[in-house]
Each structure stands twice: as structure tokens, then as C-alpha cells.
């Protein structure tokens, strides 16, 4: 796969003219899956439930073979997740290599991580998931709280975001958080989506509509207020009912078992209840797609500032 790496504003220009102009349903954003492994079992995520089955980690070659079928496609930006990504190895190499390669060849790259392990990879962008203050996180995520308190503490990443899956434990909570976020030197941001039941029987942590509504609501205020929740303002209040114009062709997804499979983010991963969506980069990439300024502007500011 030859790399020839554009500057991002004549690249992102040919994407809308092979949208826009050519109709071409060319995706701008994969979410990369190189394991389901992981050194948690989150509440709110099902997919270190999948740890242990047939095809729960690429290897190396099976991982680039997907990338150079991303770029043939046409995508942008890449985002590696999990699982957990920075437990992903194959032999000598480690996620730090996947990044570093897929760089060559892409817009953006970018990984979400847990947060439990060094932040050291090479991405142009770090997403660390925190879902509350201390005890209302370990309670979701494993007791990890300290543990993600020092990694952040002690990165020298450049670009490290935070993000939250609000739910009934820890919504009212926004606020702390928001503080904690601000005065943590090495994060530049938040950002936050809703908790989505893959399965029956996740109803439980699911936000009711009164409370989705009233998280929203604090949460542009706090916009408003400066607080450097990254989402926009329009997509915030858009998932409050979810009425949306969806684009999930912008979204191509790889799965461990090197499955490629293009739009929702829960094809082959749950089952798909749109009324109940609390993917936010959705809703931005979508809005994005639409010249939606709000999204255009967060979409700037996670991925192409420096």
C-alpha cells in the first residue's frame, strides 16, 4: 500500500467531491477493533464478554490486510479500539507499530483506550475512558480510577481527550467530572456519549428520556459556561430524541476476526435499535457530512488541530 499523504485540507476536499459532487458512498471514519481482549469487564461494554472466542485478536497481517482495504475504500480517519487496544501484540509487535503504520496512510489515526496502560502510542489522537470520579468509575470500570489518574498524570501525549458513557449511575455527576477534567493538565478535552444496550436485558443503565433530556441540557450549560465538551451543541440536543439524519455509510467498522462490515457501529456487534443510539461520533460524522458548522467545528477540533 503506497502512502501519499495530502494535506488535510485538499484531502478532506476529495472526500466531499467523491460524496457530494460523484455520489460515491466512500466512508470517512472506521472503527478499527484489532482485539476484544481486555484487562476489564466494564459494565457498560460488551465486548471483553467475547475475549477467549475463535478470531478475539488480529494478528498482524490479517490487521494490515484490513487497512489497505480501508484505504481502497477511501477512508480518512482511523480509530483503533477494543477490547483493549495497548494489550493488542502479535510476536514482536505491538499496537505503537499498527499506529505508526497506518499513519503513513491515513488522515488521522487516533486509539481509545481504557487508560490503564502507558499513553505513549504514537496516535495523532488518545481517547481515555473515564466514567466518573473515583468510586462512581471503579464501580463501572473495574476499579481502575487510580490507575487512569497516573497514566494521565503522567503522559506526555500531546493530544489526550477523555470520554465519558453517561448512564443512570453516573449522569448526575457530569458536573464533577467536567471540573476534574478541567484541571487535569494533560487532557485538552472531553467528550461524551450515551450508554447503548447491545442486548436485551442492558436496559438498566440506559438513560429514561426525562433523564437524557435533563443530562443534555446540563451538559450545554456547561458548554456555555466554558467547560471543553467537545461535542457540539446541535448533536447534543439532536440525541436527545435521536431525530437525527443518520449517515451510516461514513462509517466502515473491522472486527477482530477481520470482519469489515460498513455503516451502524453495531452491525455484527448487538442488535440495532436506532431510538435508542447514544453514539455521538456518529451523530457528528453525520453532521459533518450534512457542512453542519457545529460538527465541522468539533470534527476540527479532535482531529486536525494542532
Known amino acids: 500500500m503506497k502512502g501519499i499523504r495530502l494535506p488535510w485540507p485538499i484531502d478532506l476536499a476529495g472526500f466531499y467531491w467523491r460524496r457530494k459532487i460523484y455520489g460515491q458512498r466512500v466512508p470517512l471514519l472506521a472503527s478499527f477493533k484489532v482485539t476484544y481482549r481486555c484487562n476489564l469487564s466494564c459494565r457498560a461494554c460488551p465486548f471483553h464478554l467475547r475475549a ?18 480501508l484505504r481502497r475504500a477511501g477512508t480518512r480517519l482511523v480509530v483503533f479500539e477494543g477490547g483493549e487496544p495497548l494489550l493488542w501484540k502479535d510476536q514482536t509487535r505491538r499496537l ?4 505508526a503504520y497506518a499513519r503513513r496512510h491515513f488522515l488521522r ?18 481517547w481515555v475512558s473515564l466514567d466518573g470520579l473515583r468510586e462512581t468509575h471503579d464501580a463501572l470500570r473495574s476499579g481502575s480510577f487510580d490507575r487512569v489518574q ?22 448526575r455527576e457530569i458536573d464533577a467530572l467536567c471540573r476534574w477534567v478541567r484541571e487535569a493538565p494533560a487532557v ?22 426525562d433523564e437524557r433530556r435533563e443530562a443534555v441540557a446540563r451538559l450545554l450549560e456547561l458548554k456555555k459556561k466554558g467547560v ?9 440536543a439532536a440525541m436527545v430524541h435521536n431525530r437525527w439524519r443518520c449517515h451510516d455509510d461514513i ?4 472486527d477482530p476476526d477481520g470482519a469489515i462490515t460498513r455503516g451502524c457501529y453495531v452491525k455484527s456487534r448487538g442488535r440495532i435499535a ?33
Open 150 to 171: 497516573a497514566n494521565l498524570a503522567a503522559t506526555r501525549h500531546p493530544r489526550v481527550f477523555v470520554h465519558c458513557t453517561l448512564n443512570r449511575r453516573n449522569w
Open 274 to 306: 436506532c431510538r435508542a443510539c447514544g453514539f455521538t461520533p456518529m451523530a457528528e460524522a453525520s453532521g459533518a457530512l450534512d457542512l453542519i458548522p457545529g460538527s465541522l467545528w468539533a470534527g476540527w477540533k479532535l482531529f486536525l488541530k494542532s
Open 228 to 236: 471543553p465538551i467537545l461535542n457540539s451543541a446541535g448533536r447534543l
Open 96 to 99: 505503537h507499530d499498527l499506529v
Open 52 to 69: 477467549g472466542e475463535e478470531g478475539d485478536t488480529l494478528s498482524w497481517r490479517q490487521a494490515v490486510d484490513a487497512l489497505q482495504a
Open 188 to 209: 485538552r478535552g472531553m467528550t461524551v456519549q450515551f450508554f447503548y444496550p447491545y442486548f436485551q436485558g442492558e436496559e438498566d443503565l440506559a438513560l429514561a428520556e
Open 109 to 126: 489515526v487516533a486509539v481509545t483506550t481504557n487508560g490503564t496502560l502507558p499513553l505513549d502510542v504514537p496516535a495523532h489522537a488518545l
Open 251 to 254: 462509517l466502515i467498522n473491522v
